[in-house]
């Protein structure tokens, strides 16, 4: 077994001192705990020499024999001593300590013994005062058992506990409603592992009307598309829409679409996303996927109005040089110029932009600058023979 951290043991000998310092004030006089603190290095060294001797549980026994002490102590303490703050700190330890045991649990895959281990450290969570907590560990009590049911449950799977996990996953959704993590790993335990696929349906089915949350709607659109049942996953993923347009949704919904190839539907979706405001750079990204969504519908006009929107905002050199093809073929060469600057300016070596603008500039009778782009490339192995037929021209 592992060794427990030095720091660990270090504050074990610390209270197990403190502990002893007020039984001792107590009866002969009365004196505060808080002058037990000269007897700090030597409970220094007696962590030292526990961790040298690789003694894993010291921790946990010391941790407990200062609880039963600073409780049976309680009755009699000044306030000055400050013992509810130190049992809440003991609490705290002891279940740290609980969870160093599991750690090691899981290593060599003893989940039983693990569970059994988290149980117990979340036995002492529950103790804890959730001030303290947040103010001495900097640490939500909350959002640490939340954590902690969610690794008891996977060790429960782990340990084939099917029915155990989804009870205790069904405690983190008590806690908090649309656990994503929680509602996922359910609806695998009993589609994957328990293989009933209708139970796991139902169960997210029944949540999500219980709940009304968006997330769980999402869960199950993604459930359903999983299962390429296009049909359900529409109905489930436009339900989660209605409850929440945000970003996180919209950008799901419109991959949804494009992964399905509806294009339009698609570009429903990004105009919401649209209508949120997003920073420059992630509007280029939505201008750009608009443009594609449009390319595929056959729509050249729209492709490049959103294609110029997004370049405006964000330069890219394939899309420059893609909408320079467009002008170049749509014989706009004044724009098929200025395109193909554009792409030369971000990558000066590239050879498609200088055939466009120098075949641009030939047909604009600007024969000076569609020479000097021509000559550049007339000995590429893929544009230069067009190069050269062109320069002839010139010539």
Known sequence: MKMRSYALLIGAAILIVMMTACSKTKVED???LTQSKPLLEQAKDK???AYEEESPDFALITFKEALDLFVEAMPTATESDS???VINELHFHIADAYMNLANEDLEIEMYDEAIMNMGNALDYY???DASIMESEYNVNKEDAIKSLLIRIARAQTSATHYEDALITYDEVLEKDPGNE?????QYI???ENIQDEERAFTVLKEYAELSNDYKVYMILGNSYNEKNNYAEAVKYYEKALELEESPEVLNRLSSFYRDNKKWADSNRILTKLIETKPDDATLASIYRLMGSNYEELKNNAKKIEFWEKSLGLERNTQLA???ASHYHTAKNYAKAITFATQTLQLDPNNVDAYLIRGDSYYRT???TEAKADLQRIENDPRRGATAKQLLKAIK
């Open 47 to 49: 962590a030292r020499d």
């Open 365 to 367: 009778k600007k024969y």
């Open 30 to 32: 009365s004196t505060s």
């Open 83 to 85: 013992i509810e703050v």
């Open 126 to 128: 529950d103790r804890l």
């Open 321 to 323: 040089l893609a909408v």
């Open 181 to 185: 993590e929680a509602l996922t790993n």
């Open 189 to 191: 335990i009993l589609s």
